[in-house]
């Protein structure tokens, strides 16, 4: 899909082209058949590798891409391509740098409808979710080539006219690797602070979504990156490791498991390389018999049902009042009856495929589970056959809502990354925060309540790095996001994430004589 370098006249009427291509994809139908690595400014082919993979459409479960795991030697290559433009972006100015991220903004947001369209077949979310996620990322990187401007260091005065400055200078070559729920979002939310602070980054996409983040590294080139400065290579958990213990490699950035995250850090550590995790979570939402109970029902589907509730943020532990559980409850399931399943790819869909088989039987086998240690399935919960034949192969489930829940219950204590929501009922402010924070998890957190001080007074209890005041799963770029506890350490997004991208230099200038002690 890499279109030729045009001029301003023919760049507008790219997207109407474009657009035209996309709509004609409708499910069933795309099929990749160009290379999925990326590296020295061209699609190519990996030079060895260590197995091979296979991408579905979800909906579908057609094959779409087939492709081989890049090699120690490809990943080598990937790095030295990153290696090469580092030396000139690093050297440019936060201004300089800024104006190709903006390029790259306005680019994806011309072809959003087509990178969403890609995201939907690949990921299985509705359309209507991918054009959000395409949205956020662009934002991103916009918000990102604003700050890259204004990046700056400290002057500080010494005794007798010396002085001293700090730089906020690159890291060098940055390594991302990313989970399958969001992959071009995930992508831009790691490349848009590494490249912003003037580093380079080589990104390895999950082995079941390669395909947005190819036409990223497109985008910034087309937007006048440097050749090399976002390179892709294509793999599973070897192709990770070589990333990461690759000494060329400046620093790790990871969204995926906790068990991976730990094997990340362990790797890093032999390098002293810095790393950022955003890992899983079993997020609380606690729900006071004060709130609006239409926020308050919103707010629960939000926090349980996006992308088929595989998003790692999810409020899936919803704390009910007991004076509000049954209305509240009935009015959830009401909801949930609403939601419409089936081809991703249409405009009224709001729930699409899981990812795999593997991935919809492990949420079965959660459900199963449930039900035997005594929870009550209220809606929901089973295989579902959308009527088109051919979404016959498609793995979805319809959305589910769990009462008679107990927080021993395995469907209350480990990560489902299913449509699932668990609903548990409490009595005191005390007992549901200290019901809350017990867990190893610390990612996301939500309050729904008219009360001010209460509202207040929970977030700040809550052990998690992201809350929510009566609403959930909101994610404005300018808002730090990372986790607590087993959740990760790290942010993505808002300002501070320049200083996760990014080493102070403290410069000491002598104006005086050297003071020897000898
Ligand atoms: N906090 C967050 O922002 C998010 C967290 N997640 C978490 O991720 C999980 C689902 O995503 P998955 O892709 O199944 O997670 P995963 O941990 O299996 O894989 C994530 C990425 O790591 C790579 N990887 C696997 N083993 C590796 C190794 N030994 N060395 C280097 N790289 C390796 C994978 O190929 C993939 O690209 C969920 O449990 C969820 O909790 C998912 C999305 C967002
Ligand atoms: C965009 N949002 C907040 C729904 C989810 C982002 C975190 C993730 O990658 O799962």
């Known amino acids: 899909m890499k279109l030729p370098q045009v001029g301003p006249v023919l760049r507008l009427l790219i997207p109407n082209i474009r657009l035209k291509m996309s709509r004609s994809l409708s499910t069933g139908t795309f099929q990749n058949s160009l290379p999925l690595n990326y590296r020295g400014g061209q699609r190519v082919q990996?030079?060895?590798?260590?197995?091979?993979?296979?991408?579905?459409?979800?909906?579908?479960?057609?094959?779409?891409?087939?492709?081989?795991?890049?090699?120690?030697?490809?990943?080598?290559?990937?790095?030295?391509?990153?290696?090469?433009?580092?030396k000139q972006w690093s050297q440019k100015s936060g201004m300089e740098r800024s104006r190709v991220m903006l390029d790259a903004a306005r680019i994806i947001r011309e072809r959003t409808e087509e990178l969403a369209t890609i995201e939907t077949i690949n990921n299985g979310k509705?359309?209507?979710?991918?054009?959000?996620?395409?949205e956020i990322s662009w934002l991103t990187l916009e918000y990102y080539a604003g700050l890259a401007g204004s990046m700056?260091?400290?002057?500080?005065?010494?005794?007798?006219?010396?002085?001293?400055?700090?730089?906020?200078?690159?890291l060098g070559v940055c390594v991302g690797i990313g989970a399958w729920n969001y992959p071009f979002q995930i992508a831009c939310w790691k490349a848009g602070p590494a490249l912003a602070c003037g580093n380079a980054m080589v990104y390895k996409p999950s082995p079941f979504?390669?395909?947005?983040?190819?036409?990223?590294?497109?985008?910034?080139?087309?937007?006048g990156?440097?050749?090399?400065?976002?390179?892709v290579v294509q793999g599973g958990a070897s192709t990770g490791e070589f990333l990461c213990k690759h000494p060329d490699v400046a620093k790790v950035s990871f969204t995926g498991s906790v068990p991976t995250g730990s094997k990340i850090m362990e790797m890093a550590s032999q390098g002293i390389k810095p790393v950022t995790l955003e890992l899983g979570g079993k997020s609380p939402l606690i729900i006071f018999p004060d709130s609006d109970l239409e926020n308050a029902v919103n707010g629960a589907m939000m926090a349980n049902f996006l992308t088929q509730g595989q998003v790692c943020c999810n409020g899936t532990r919803v704390f009910v009042h007991r004076d509000i559980l049954e209305k509240f409850t009935e009015s959830v399931v009401k909801k949930v009856k609403t939601i419409k399943i089936g081809d991703p790819l249409l405009e009224n869909t709001r729930m699409g495929p899981l990812i795999n088989r593997p991935h919809m039987e492990k949420v079965l086998g959660f459900l199963k589970t449930a039900r035997e240690q005594g929870a009550k399935i209220l809606i929901g919960?089973?295989?579902?056959?959308?009527?088109?034949?051919?979404?016959?192969?498609?793995?979805?489930i319809s959305p589910c809502v769990l009462g008679n829940c107990r927080d021993d219950m395995t469907c209350v204590k480990e990560e489902i990354f299913g449509p699932?929501?668990?609903?548990?009922?409490?009595?005191t402010e005390e007992e549901a925060l200290e019901r809350a924070n017990n867990t190893t998890y610390g990612l996301a957190g939500g309050v729904f309540t008219s009360d001010i001080q209460r509202a207040h007074r929970v977030a700040a209890a809550l052990q998690a790095g992201m809350c929510f005041i009566n609403n959930y799963n909101v994610s404005p770029v300018e808002l730090p996001f990372g986790g607590y506890k087993r959740s990760g350490f790290g942010r993505e997004n808002g300002q501070v994430a320049i200083e996760y991208y990014s080493q102070l230099k403290t410069v000491c200038v002598e104006m005086g004589k050297v003071e020897s002690a000898f």
């Open 126 to 134: 509705s359309i209507f979710e991918a054009r959000v996620d395409i």
């Open 209 to 223: 979504t390669p395909i947005s983040v190819v036409m990223l590294a497109e985008i910034l080139a087309e937007a």
């Open 46 to 86: 990996p030079i060895d590798s260590v197995g091979k993979e296979q991408a579905y459409e979800p909906s579908t479960g057609r094959v779409i891409a087939t492709f081989n795991c890049s090699g120690e030697k490809e990943v080598n290559e990937a790095i030295q391509s990153a290696k090469s433009a580092f």
């Open 381 to 396: 919960g089973e295989p579902y056959t959308p009527e088109d034949p051919k979404l016959k192969g498609g793995y979805y």
């Open 152 to 170: 700056a260091g400290q002057h500080v005065q010494l005794p007798g006219g010396s002085f001293a400055y700090t730089r906020r200078e690159p």
């Open 420 to 427: 699932v929501m668990s609903i548990l009922s409490f009595e």
């Open 225 to 231: 990156a440097p050749t090399g400065l976002f390179n």
